[in-house]
């Protein structure tokens, strides 16, 4: 079955017996190609690894490749520019008080912690990073004329009844309108801070697989897309596409099914999404934060917290525990053989 010819065009080798009883030398049959054989179907080692790809080609899908916001985003530190640099500090998303910014660091008496992880992501700022990772997305997009599909195009598919402009395709909006729209869904959906993690990597994943980039004519309905996407998959409870137009009141039930359906389409019906992918774009949205002032609230650990940690900690480590114990075991059965191995050190 490993060669590359069907086992049921060449026959296996058999051993035949002569006068003497003994074994005759096999000799190999000379091997036959594909064309010969009339069997064109693909060898399993023919076949293309996804692997094998560029990893700057597949972002959404290789944990190890670097997203696409973060790189766009770099974009302008190199800008040898001060005021570029200042207007970079004083973004929309730092609503710092004036004055002095101090950062607070942690000593033996008090520990600074935020309360966002990579299970629970603090929603509100999690918003403004995908909102600001959209933002660098339009502003640092390619200028080669990409294709713009009409499906995601707002002259043809507006989400409102008031008058587009027309240079509404020229200006790229604000992080400030981006923010309010995300905010407004995610609020009025009630969808929760992993949903919008899961929306960036399906709209990086579309711009790469359906070779298209992200401008003002385009943006509200791909993150509309994205968000309506992520929202069925992740949440148990999904929001139906009617009440998106109980959100977006101008907006048809049909224009929401089409969308959902050329969304998934581009994404080639690709809507998984890996635990070490999703790892990836948490803190690499949490590395954009820290690029533009953009912290994570602090607040000192508490005694509730405290315990609460401890209690988790407590947890797992009489999980390891009882992993342990069952290791160090001399004999177990087959059907519960386990991985961990007790090893114990030997301190001098």
């Given at each position: 079955?490993?060669?590359?010819?069907?086992c049921?065009?060449?026959?296996?080798?058999?051993?035949?017996?002569?006068?003497?009883s003994?074994?005759?030398?096999?000799?190999?049959?000379?091997?036959?190609?594909?064309?010969?054989?009339?069997?064109?179907?693909?060898?399993?080692?023919?076949r293309?690894?996804?692997?094998?790809?560029?990893?700057?080609?597949?972002?959404?899908?290789?944990?190890?490749?670097?997203?696409?916001?973060?790189?766009k985003?770099?974009?302008?530190?190199?800008v040898p520019?001060?005021?570029?640099?200042?207007?970079?500090?004083?973004?929309?998303?730092?609503?710092?008080?004036?004055g002095p910014?101090?950062r607070?660091?942690?000593?033996?008496?008090?520990?600074f912690?935020?309360?966002?992880?990579?299970?629970?992501p603090n929603?509100?700022?999690?918003?403004?990073?995908?909102?600001?990772?959209?933002?660098y997305?339009i502003?640092?997009?390619?200028v080669?004329?990409?294709?713009?599909?009409?499906?995601?195009?707002?002259?043809l598919?507006?989400l409102?009844?008031?008058e587009?402009?027309?240079?509404?395709?020229?200006?790229d909006p604000e992080?400030?309108?981006?923010?309010?729209?995300?905010?407004?869904?995610?609020?009025?959906?009630?969808?929760?801070?992993?949903?919008?993690i899961?929306?960036l990597?399906?709209?990086?994943?579309?711009?790469?697989?359906a070779?298209i980039?992200?401008?003002?004519?385009?943006?509200?309905?791909?993150?509309?897309?994205?968000?309506?996407?992520a929202?069925?998959?992740?949440?148990?409870?999904?929001?139906?596409?009617?009440?998106?137009c109980?959100?977006?009141?101008d907006?048809?039930v049909?224009?929401?099914?089409?969308?959902?359906r050329?969304?998934?389409?581009?994404?080639q019906?690709?809507?998984?999404?890996?635990?070490?992918?999703?790892a990836k774009?948490?803190?690499?949205?949490?590395?954009l934060?820290?690029?533009?002032?953009?912290?994570?609230?602090l607040?000192?650990?508490?005694?509730?917290?405290?315990?609460?940690?401890?209690?988790?900690?407590?947890?797992c480590d009489?999980?390891?525990?009882?992993?342990?114990?069952?290791?160090?075991?001399?004999?177990?059965?087959?059907d519960n053989l386990?991985?961990?191995?007790?090893?114990?050190?030997?301190?001098?």
């Open positions: 079955m490993g060669n590359t010819t069907s049921c065009v060449s026959s296996s080798p058999k051993h035949r017996r002569n006068n003497h003994r074994l005759e030398t096999y000799r190999p049959e000379p091997e036959l190609s594909r064309e010969d054989t009339g069997c064109n179907l693909q060898h399993i080692s023919d293309e690894n996804i692997d094998d790809l560029p990893m700057e080609y597949n972002p959404s899908d290789h944990p190890r490749a670097s997203t696409i916001f973060l790189s985003s770099q974009t302008d530190v190199a520019n001060k005021r570029v640099r200042e207007k970079r500090k004083s973004l929309y998303i730092n609503h710092h008080h004036p910014v101090r607070k660091y942690s000593s033996c008496s008090t520990i912690l935020d309360d966002s992880t990579v299970s629970q929603l509100k700022y999690t918003i403004k990073c995908v909102s600001l990772a959209i933002y997305h502003k640092n997009r390619d080669d004329g990409r294709m713009l599909l009409d499906i995601f195009d707002e002259k598919h507006p409102s009844k008031s587009i402009p027309a240079d509404y395709d020229k200006h992080q400030k309108q981006i923010y309010r729209f995300v905010r407004t869904l995610f609020s009025a959906a009630q969808l929760t801070a992993e949903c919008a899961v929306t990597v399906y709209l990086e994943r579309l711009l790469t697989y070779e980039d992200i401008c003002p004519a385009n943006w509200k309905r791909i993150v509309l897309g994205a968000i309506l996407l929202s069925k998959v992740w949440d148990d409870q999904a929001v139906w596409n009617v009440d998106y109980q959100i977006l009141k907006i048809t049909e224009d929401m099914n089409e969308l959902e050329q969304f998934l389409e581009l994404l019906f690709n809507i998984n999404v890996p635990s070490s992918v999703y774009y948490y803190f690499d949205l949490r590395s934060a820290e690029a533009n002032n953009l912290s994570f609230p607040e000192p650990l508490s005694r509730d917290k405290a315990q609460k940690l401890e209690a988790i900690s407590r947890l009489d999980k390891y525990k009882d992993l342990r114990k069952l290791a160090k075991k001399r004999s177990v059965s087959a386990m991985v961990v191995r007790w090893c114990p050190a030997i301190i001098s």
